[in-house]
């Protein structure tokens, strides 16, 4: 390195560099130091604690504004290990209802890692309020103890557990991963304080309280110039119907298998029920929940398991809605076009069986729900003559079931949605071997059997669709966050299906029209005074017997409600789930119910107790 | 004292002024870490259970490292200069597999109740690395001589090569280790380039990025800005010489400049979280004031403001005793003097800190030896980087960059590393009698 002449006097540059920046720190303290009065401190000798405001969650209102979650107020008593000198222990102890090992072992897991000597902790969790009470009184004699004010959930209804999701005790993981979360905070764990959490949860807010020598509180810190205010965490308006939500559970109750109502014009999930379901209430607070859970937890009927979102149900003949829309928008199938049914699929030896022998067209194949005909239809829908292919024409066929949400997230505002399953080639490729699969032997596709399943809110919004003629909104549960009542845009754009006919839609109404009149499978259903368009499906179950799938929507023009409803081991779908699904509609339309012995019996209806259950298979 | 020392002394031809304030520092050091974790249940000095005892066991070493840094022959450490970066490099690479996690952290060796960063120790190794590489007689890092194009890579060979020198390690901590703040101190070793002739030109463009970054980030409107850019790039055109070199140049300058504008906030966007909450309070933009960051670098500032002139007096801060301050005996040790000893002890920290520096920079021009001329002119920046970022982030000038203050903050790897960084330098400068040109 040839050291220039001129090189030389870069030292006099680098130089100046740092002089000139040491020269702005020096001025910068000066400034922070000497001139800014804010950061002096009046009463040097007090100490100072640092104390976190709890913000209260979020309340959440349904459609009408009626509340669904509250707030009730908890306490928790704090301690500071290091500054806890001279506490009237035996006092603490008594008020506590405390031995003096249990004391001693709990101030030993304050000092240690993750706590600290010098860090806050809990010491009791969630005190009633009398507890509180007597405790408040003395709080003078328990020096490094103070309690403070939190807010838990409370459930006016203890309805619709699923959805709403419980709160919990932030870990480890989510500690590390946001840094907003500290030890001892809540999150919401499931369903709606999930999804919303960052909504719910509001900001934590620090006050620095000023203590003299007596560890009395003597006032803020700098007449709380630092401190920061909790926010209180915003409501939701939830789009969810309290009313219809209860009279659905009260239903659903004694049955196994999930609902979910949609208003179609808008996406709003009116009731979601996942049935058997659990009081809310059970939930709340540490011990409540560290009690009540494992219970729940070992239950054979799985309550804990939302079915509405995760329970992947084969759709049964409820299916043959999307073969008929798909089969006419090939062309392959028309309002006019009849199939002969030999009490079955003839070519392949009359399987899937059907239910009697007749010739039907379109509409009344829909309104009975012949599986012959749409064993016919989907055959043909894969095996036409444009695709040289067979595996070409099936994945036409999925692709087009797979716009109306099966197979897919939905992407709703729920977490922990499953998303189904529609077969793919490459599935069949490695059962049957490639190429060596074809329209007959993947026939049970066409009347929703086989490996072909959806969750329920898939079926919900399937219903929606069709009711829409072509279009949904993602299904979601809120409306409104805080004042602003608006909702991710996601939320307000219309999803086009793969078929968009009108006329495809209307022979498919029809057909579900007819099945609520004379001869058809949900007769036993119908309801006074209003038209509602419906179809059944009986959902083959290898462990035992079927289940039974309803879907409709009502009215006819302008549909007001798309149910989706499926109960576990109950037989055939107009049997059990039909008059349920009915019965809601009539209440959601009309405020009453004009059915009572139908209602009174559905209501009665257990069928769970006794039976053997075997619901593991949806895991 | 006239003594003469021989020339066989181990002290022959150490600075005795460095040394000295060295020592100080040390000293100063230790002294505020205890008071940093001072309470009224551990009073014994030496009880190494606590962080003050640590340190001085640290320090200890230190003094043994520094003696033994002493006693071998300059002459070893220019020849091994490759070497040592060498095996640290590969240290740091294996330290995220062989190493134990401590705290989240992967850059740790445990050994028993020890703790080692060999990142700490890249930066004396990359400083001697460096030297050597730049030292060659015959090597020129970059041509005076007015360039074309198509010459470009050719000469800027070796200034491509020096800077890898600085991007290797530095990648290799940020992206194996993720310590951003050890990563980030090599950048501060292009002042050493710019000493060895790297054209000024490159610094002001960095300079450049820095202000639009922070530009862009503060500027609500990116059109505004780039206009404001389009705008004070013709005025620049009305006043250079319009050749077709420099048109071409300053466009370059201007598309570079917008694309570097628009490319930040997308930029910004990737970073972490928290590193994105620093720099929000730092500029002061955002809805950042509730945040526990801005709260930390607050605290930091009311620790350091409630001092006053004179301080609360040793042992007196009511501020760094009740926790207020994150990392207040490591990185925020700043704030114990800001508070105990208010601005005439902040003041004379900082004093003692650019002393040491200017007076590295003092010893290195007389350097006979490029390499030892380099070598000090490394670790120069290196200090200077780290007193510059530490104080300035306590201060709220800087965003908040884990890195220690030299010789003060807690920790033995950071002292050790720059214990050795400097003493080496002692050593060379002691040795530079004996070098012939």
Known sequence: ?619 | MALRRSENSLFYGVDRITVLTYGLLVFMGWLNIYAAVYNEEHQNIFDTSQKYGKQLIWIGGAVIIAFSILLIDAGFYTVFSYWFYGIVLLLCLLVPYLGREVKGSRSWFRFGDVGVQPAEFMKFATCLALAKFLSNENLVIISRYRLRFKDLLKNYKNTLIAVMFLVVPMLIIKVLQDETGLAIVFVALIIVLYREGLSINFLLFGLLAVVLFVLSLVVAKITTLIIVLAGITLVALLFIKRTMRNIVFAAIIFIGASGMVLGTKKMYEKLEPHQKVRIDVLLGIGEVDLKDEAYNVNQSKIAIGSGGFLGKGYLQGTQTKYNFVPEQDTDFIFCTVGEEWGFLGSAIVIFLELFLILRIIFLSERQRSAFSRIYGYGVAAVLFFHVCINIGMTIGLMPVIGIPLPFFSYGGSALWSFTILLFIFIKLDANRLLILR
């Not at chain 1, 009730?72 to 102890?93: F, H, N, Q, W």
């Not at chain 1, 309104?367 to 695709?387: G, L, M, P, R, V």
């Not at chain 1, 505002?413 to 190429?435: C, E, I, Q, R």
């Not at chain 1, 809120?478 to 219309?494: F, L, M, P, Q």
């Open chain 1, 1 to 619: 390195m040839n050291n220039n002449a001129h090189l030389g006097d870069r030292k006099f540059i680098i130089g100046g560099f740092f002089v000139l920046i040491v020269f702005v720190y020096i001025c910068r303290l000066f400034y922070i130091q000497i001139i800014d009065e804010s950061y002096k401190i009046s009463a040097a000798q007090n100490a100072i604690e640092v104390r976190v405001d709890y913000p209260q969650r979020g309340v959440v209102y349904d459609r009408k504004g009626k509340y669904l979650v509250k707030n009730e107020p908890s306490y928790d008593l704090m301690v500071t290990p290091r500054l806890v000198k001279g506490c009237d222990t035996i006092a603490l102890c008594q008020t506590l209802e405390m031995t003096k090992e249990e004391f001693l072992k709990r101030i030993k897991k304050a000092c240690q890692a993750p706590n600290s000597p010098r860090k806050e902790s809990i010491f009791e969790k969630q005190m009633t309020s009398q507890r509180y009470a007597t405790l408040q009184e003395k709080m003078y004699l328990f020096k490094g103890f103070y309690v403070q004010t939190r807010s838990v959930r409370k459930y006016p209804k203890p309805i619709a557990a699923h959805l709403l999701g419980y709160v919990g005790e932030v870990n480890k993981a989510i500690t590390e991963k946001d840094p907003y979360y500290k030890d001892g905070d809540y999150v919401g764990i499931t369903g709606m304080e999930r999804g919303y959490e960052e909504a719910l949860r509001g900001l934590k807010g620090k006050r620095k309280i000023l203590k003299d020598v007596y560890n009395k509180e003597v006032g803020s810190f700098m007449e709380g110039k630092w401190d920061t205010a909790a926010i209180a965490g915003k409501p939701l308006y939830s789009t969810i119907d309290i009313d219809l939500q209860e009279y659905g559970e009260r239903l659903m109750k004694g049955k196994i298998g999930a609902l979910v109502a949609i208003e179609p014009s808008t996406g709003e999930i009116l009731a979601i029920i996942s049935a058997p379901s659990y009081d809310p209430n059970l939930f709340v607070g540490v011990k409540e929940r560290s009690k009540n859970y494992p219970v729940l937890n070992k239950d054979s009927t799985l309550p804990l398991f939302n079915r509405a979102l995760q329970a992947m149900y084969p759709p049964g003949s409820t299916f043959k809605l999307i073969d008929a829309l798909v089969g006419q928008d090939e062309g392959v199938i028309s309002r006019g076009k009849t199939y002969y049914c030999s009490g079955g699929y003839g070519p392949m030896g009359n399987k899937p069986k059907c239910h009697g022998r007749h010739t039907l067209d379109l509409v009344n194949a829909i309104a009975q729900s012949c599986n012959a005909y749409f064993s016919y239809t989907f055959h043909d829908i894969t095996s036409q003559n444009k695709f040289p292919k067979y595996v070409d024409g099936f994945n036409n066929w999925r692709e087009k079931v797979m716009s109306f949400g099966p197979g897919t997230h939905l992407g709703t505002d729920l977490p922990y949605d499953k998303p189904g399953n529609v077969p793919s080639a490459a599935y069949y490729d490695k059962v049957f071997g490639k190429g060596r699969w074809f329209g007959n032997t993947i026939v049970s596709l066409g009347i929703g059997q086989a490996e072909l399943t959806l969750v329920p809110l898939q079926m919900a919004n399937v219903v929606a669709t069709i009711a829409n003629r072509g279009y949904y909104y993602v299904p979601h549960c809120v409306k409104g966050v805080s004042n602003a009542k608006t909702i991710d845009k996601k939320y307000r754009e219309k999803h086009f299906v793969a078929v968009q006919k009108p006329e495809y839609y209307l022979n498919v109404i029809d057909g579900m029209q007819k099945a609520f009149e004379p001869g058809g499978t949900a007769y036993a259903s119908r309801i006074p005074g209003i038209t509602a368009c419906g179809k059944t499906g009986t959902a083959e179950n290898p462990h035992g017997k079927s289940h039974a799938v309803f879907m409709a929507f009502a009215p006819r023009e302008n549909p007001k409600i798309v149910i989706a409803a499926i109960i576990e081991n109950a037989g055939f779908g107009g049997t059990w789930t039909a008059p349920i699904v009915s019965l809601m509609i009539e209440k959601y339309l009309t405020g009453k119910i004009t059915r009572i012995e139908l209602e009174k019996r559905m209501e009665a209806v257990d069928l769970i107790r006794g039976k053997n259950l075997l619901t593991k298979e949806f895991h």
